[in-house]
């Protein structure tokens, strides 16, 4: 079964400074998709950005970048120029390529200082 | 519609009742999915629809547990006799096709089973 790991339950960040944070997974499958997803305190579930596993290139969205090592197994968001409304628990997710089930990791709470 | 949307979004209920949750997906989107997010279990899936049917229930944690879907849209999610472990924020999301499709949240129920 695929497994996903978030090792920081929580991260602090100054505003205006850049925050990674780390997310490893399992998986024997070649053809997967991989997911950031910020759930601010209102719930709703909001996708930052998506990584398809064939693609080399690493997913950028703005102030959003992954880091992306398949052989590792590993996928960390880079947030630049944090902003204050960056404060959200942040969801990596997995799923098996023409699959439905998200695999998700237990979420990072990430705090933007002023 | 804007986005998927969830009622109530709230509900408090006593052990035994019977409660039912309402999510109405981005007009056209032909998937929908339910996932479970509690403190204990974090996010799981429960049930996926293609149209109006459910080719994958195994995620739904008990009979009391059903779903359904009518005119490919709105879907309910029932659970009967509830019970204080069924507490937990119910999401819906929906995708405009099945597999390989980025999905798209609502803003949750929160079920409180005193």
């Known amino acids: 079964a695929q497994t996903v790991t978030q090792s920081q339950p929580e991260m602090s960040v100054q505003e205006a400074e850049t925050v990674t944070l780390s997310c490893t997974y399992d998986t024997s499958e070649s053809d997967y998709y991989l997911f950031w997803y910020k759930q601010p305190p209102s719930r709703q579930m909001i996708l930052v950005i998506r990584?398809?596993?064939?693609?080399?290139q690493n997913a950028t969205e703005n102030r959003f970048s992954v880091n992306f090592q398949k052989a590792a197994k590993s996928f960390s968001l880079k947030i630049s120029d944090s902003q204050l409304g960056d404060a959200a628990m942040y969801f990596c997710?997995?799923?098996?390529?023409?699959?439905?089930?998200?695999?998700f990791g237990k979420g990072t709470l990430l705090t933007v200082n002023p | 519609g804007a986005g998927v949307s969830q009622s109530p979004s709230n509900k408090v209920t006593e052990k035994g009742k019977d409660v039912e949750l309402r999510c109405d997906p981005i007009?056209?989107?032909?998937?929908l999915y339910w996932y479970r997010q509690s403190l204990g279990q974090g996010l799981e899936f429960l049930i996926y629809?293609?149209?109006?049917?459910?080719?994958?229930k195994s995620g739904l944690p008990s009979d009391r547990f059903s779903a359904e879907r009518t005119g490919g849209s709105v879907s309910t999610l029932t659970i009967q006799r509830t019970q204080q472990e069924d507490s937990a924020v119910y999401l819906c999301?929906?995708?405009?096709?099945?597999?390989?499709?980025?999905?798209?949240f609502g803003p949750g129920t929160r079920l409180l089973v005193l």
């Open positions: 990584q398809e596993a064939y693609k080399q």
């Open positions: 999301a929906s995708t405009l096709i099945w597999g390989r499709e980025t999905q798209y």
């Open positions: 007009s056209g989107h032909t998937a």
């Open positions: 997710a997995y799923e098996r390529g023409s699959n439905y089930k998200l695999t």
């Open positions: 629809f293609q149209g109006n049917s459910a080719p994958d």
